[in-house]
């Protein structure tokens, strides 16, 4: 069975630090890995995705993620943050059904 | 080109009622995921449709079930509402064989409380 964990329920970062957002993940198999980002009110939005390749992905908004195969882990980055990057941010992994099962989410507040 | 659309964007229904929710895929998708997400949780996967079928379904009684139509739009609906049932609701749409590949297209999901 697959599943993916997110340790941290709140993570605080001043603006211009750079920010982690912790992901783990339990998979059978090749993992195809995601994360999402959802404003208050509003559905998910796309950032990035690993299915092979190069360990460090980079996504839309200056996002990156780097997938490590022997810690299981799939943390979300960004160099500087900004005060608009502060939203609930969720990785995600698919099955072999190709579906998606989603941690339960970080919200991210980046401090003016 | 149109993303995913969703109807209504909120419903309040009564326990005991029956509601429709409306999903529209994004342009050149033709597989329609359904996904239950409670307040401060992570989105759960109720079922998906391909082919106007039920391809697979996620931990959620028979209350819940759906359609798809040769257009490839979806309806999810849930019977004998429960107080437990409120929730953002959202579809999420793939191209078959391409879903893992170009990510999943989420609309804005429809709000359900019921009361």
């Known amino acids: 069975a697959q599943s993916v964990a997110q340790p941290e329920d709140q993570v605080n970062v001043a603006e211009g630090n750079p920010l982690t957002v912790k992901c783990t993940y339990s998979?059978?198999?090749?993992?195809?890995l995601f994360w999402y980002v959802q404003y208050p009110n509003r559905g998910l939005q796309f950032l990035l995705k690993y299915i092979t390749g190069d360990n460090l992905v980079k996504g839309s908004y200056g996002f990156e993620a780097e997938f490590n195969k022997s810690q299981t882990s799939f943390h979300l980055k960004k160099p500087s943050a900004l005060v608009s990057d502060s939203a609930l941010y969720f990785c995600a992994v698919r099955d072999m059904g190709n579906n998606l099962f989603f941690g339960t989410g970080t919200r991210l507040t980046v401090i003016p | 080109d149109a993303g995913v659309t969703q109807s209504p964007t909120h419903l309040i229904k009564t326990r005991g009622q029956q509601v429709t929710l409306r999903c529209s895929p994004k342009?050149?998708?033709?597989?329609v995921s359904w996904y239950q997400q409670a307040l401060g949780q992570g989105p759960q996967f109720i079922f998906q449709y391909y082919e106007e079928e039920e391809r697979q379904r996620g931990n959620f009684p028979d209350r819940f079930s759906g359609h798809q139509f040769p257009n490839y739009s979806s309806e999810l609906n849930v019977n004998a509402l429960l107080l437990g049932d409120s929730a953002l609701y959202l579809c999420?749409?793939?191209?078959?064989?391409?879903?893992?590949?170009?990510?999943?297209?989420f609309g804005s999901g429809t709000r359900l409380t019921v009361v």
């Open positions: 342009s050149g998708h033709d597989t």
């Open positions: 999420a749409s793939s191209s078959t064989g391409t879903g893992s590949l170009y990510g999943y297209t």
């Open positions: 998979v059978s198999g090749n993992p195809y």
